[in-house]
């Protein structure tokens, strides 16, 4: 059974950092691509970033590039968000997913960027 554990999210200052993790287990972890997507109150999903398999290739939605970065270790079955520069529209429920749409996705872990 595929297993997704989301942890890290919090309050934050615009402007400040905050670094999502997300635990995965009940599937090879190393054989799939991975993604982060959120959303924000009273919206639809949103997808914010891609990993490859081996981490070498990763996408980011044009409203998180340059800010956010996804990694993932596979030796450890973790996939991370390190969020920078974070802005009140940033404020979502965060969610790893196995795939780019969340279907299959965790419970997700609350972001509040406000001052």
């Known amino acids: 059974q595929v297993q997704l554990v989301e942890s890290g999210g919090g309050l934050v200052q615009p402007g400040g950092s905050l670094r999502l993790s997300c635990a995965a287990s009940?599937?090879?972890?190393?054989?799939?691509?991975m993604s982060w997507v959120r959303q924000a109150p009273g919206k639809g999903l949103e997808w914010v970033s891609d990993i490859s398999s081996g981490g070498g290739m990763t996408y980011y939605a044009d409203s998180v590039k340059g800010r956010f970065t996804i990694s993932r270790d596979n030796a450890k079955n973790t996939l991370y968000l390190q969020m920078d520069s974070l802005k009140p529209e940033d404020t979502a429920v965060y969610y790893c997913a196995k795939d780019p749409l969340g279907a299959t996705r965790g419970q997700g872990t609350q972001v509040t960027v406000s001052s």
């Open positions: 009940g599937f090879t972890f190393r054989s799939y691509a």
